[in-house]
């Protein structure tokens, strides 16, 4: 009931949105406000020129790799989020670079409640984080996107603890180059939902640190059993080029008094501090 009720809430709010209220964490211009973390380099090192912006389009590309040799990388966004519904519309393009696995053929990623970027090892592979795993189809077969990977985590599903490390989403497969619009609404510790066209295609909750498929990483980072209230949003390079024309998001956090001059009727989760009134 309580699902349904925040569903409907959101339903209903939805309309005193404005393009205003949604914060476009890729600005369409340069890449300030985030920050490449590349597996063997320092935070803040773009090895190979890996993220950048051309055309109004971020992208991940790796015409300067020789082969990939393993170098994952990952593109943090500045600010901490627990609450919020985040949307990225990419596409992949182009080969994959030699060197890159076969499952990371049109593979990449948005990663959601990651670690903090400056606690990640030089070498560490993955942030300790939840994967909305985004994929292309390979021109024949299914492959659908907007799926749940784990690195360093667990979830809740069907109210059994979920340890096995990927799972596919009831999405559709995207053949080519077009462009797809996966949105993800995140309640904190609670539900995260993938969502395609409006419908909902994965769900889960209660996610935390746990499991593997994560190395080189801080032990005193994983801390397994914590319930992950938020945390840091990442893009992903894993070989194969892809791009981004667009990574907003709402937040769903903020001032619940509707007596204050900063209310928002979407919020869902209160944070008092934040309130503003009139003199």
């Not at 597996?39 to 803040?44: F, I, K, N």
């Not at 190979?48 to 082969?67: A, M, N, P, Q, W």
């Not at 749940?148 to 979920?162: A, S, Y």
């Amino acid at each position: 009931m309580l699902r349904t009720a925040l569903l409907l809430l959101l339903a209903l709010s939805a309309s005193a949105q404005t393009p205003q209220d949604w914060i476009q964490l890729f600005n369409g211009k340069n890449l300030d406000g985030w920050t490449p973390k590349i597996t063997g380099y320092a935070l803040g090192e773009n090895f190979g020129d890996t993220f950048r912006v051309e055309d109004g389009i971020l992208k991940v590309s790796y015409d300067k790799y020789d082969k990939f040799n393993n170098r994952f990388g990952h593109l943090f966004f500045k600010d901490r989020f627990s609450y919020y519904r985040l949307v990225v519309e990419y596409r992949f393009v182009g080969e994959q670079c030699p060197g890159g696995a076969g499952w990371a053929l049109r593979n990449s990623g948005a990663m959601i409640h990651g670690q903090a970027p400056n606690t990640m090892g030089k070498d560490q592979d993955f942030p300790i984080s939840i994967e909305v795993q985004l994929l292309g189809g390979s021109g024949t077969g299914t492959r659908p996107t907007a799926n749940l990977c784990t690195p360093g985590t667990n979830v809740v599903m069907n109210d059994k603890l979920f340890t096995t490390h990927c799972i596919n989403s009831k999405s559709k497969t995207y053949h080519g180059d077009q462009w797809v619009r996966v949105e993800v609404e995140v309640h904190g510790s609670g539900t995260i939902r993938h969502i395609i066209d409006g419908e909902t295609v994965l769900a889960y909750e209660m996610a935390q640190i746990g499991g593997g498929n994560v190395s080189n990483f801080d032990p005193k980072v994983k801390t397994d059993g914590k319930l992950l209230e938020g945390g840091w949003i990442s893009l992903q390079s894993e070989s194969h080029p892809v791009e981004f024309r667009k990574v907003e998001l709402l937040n769903l956090a903020g001032c619940m008094d509707n007596k204050a001059t900063n209310y928002k009727p979407w919020y869902i989760k209160s944070e008092p501090s934040t309130c503003r009134y009139a003199q």
